[in-house]
């Protein structure tokens, strides 16, 4: 029974290093999310056509930063403030605001799982600090755009989420239709950016309005932004 339980906390360990010692090797390459892995193996429709960032129409990046996560360019990975800004509406009985950061649900999405959980929180904030520690801010951002989300029937990245809804490629994207793409993370499913509700297209001019003013460009010029 001893070894049983010493083999299983082995093979625990190494399940819980492996993002870690993968996350150097994601640097380059076209990595999947487990989300897409998990359609795969049952059956269900995938579609993402990788397009590096400096491809991606500019407007694009700048809105999802704007409406995701306005801190990215100078957090470490956690958005502290946020963080406590949720606790504190959590004390309050409002759970229904979210607090993770564009680098958090890389790690999510490469790595962990879908749905609310401690458990999966838990081991999302020390993997995201690793992946920002690890990895440039515009190689997460690229990871981001083409590992999200972004149709109703297994369309990933921003390739495939832009062909769905506009029939064009991520690289043509007009300010409005990337405010649209932005607007329907992180739920595709009840929001459409093809056929746009009133919600969706309320979030959408604000977000125009906020990447007009995103200051980014250190995000890009400097390995390691300060």
Known sequence: MRKVIRTVLL???LLLALPYVL???YANGHPVSTLMLWRWATGASVSRQWIDFRQISPALPRTVIASEDAQFCSHHGIDWDAVKDV?????DGDVSRGGS??????AKNLFLWQGRSYVRKALEFP???WIDLILPKQ??????LNIAEWGPSGQFGANAGAGYAFGRSAADLSPREAA???AILPNPYTRSARKPGPGVRRLAATYVVRARSAELQRCWSEKRPI
């Open 11 to 13: 093979l625990l360990l």
């Open 23 to 25: 996350t150097p090797l």
């Open 87 to 91: 606790l504190a509406d959590a004390e």
């Open 101 to 106: 950061t564009i680098t958090q649900q890389v």
């Open 127 to 129: 993997l995201a600090m």
């Open 139 to 144: 190689r997460i951002l690229e990871l981001y």
């Open 180 to 182: 649209l793409l932005a």
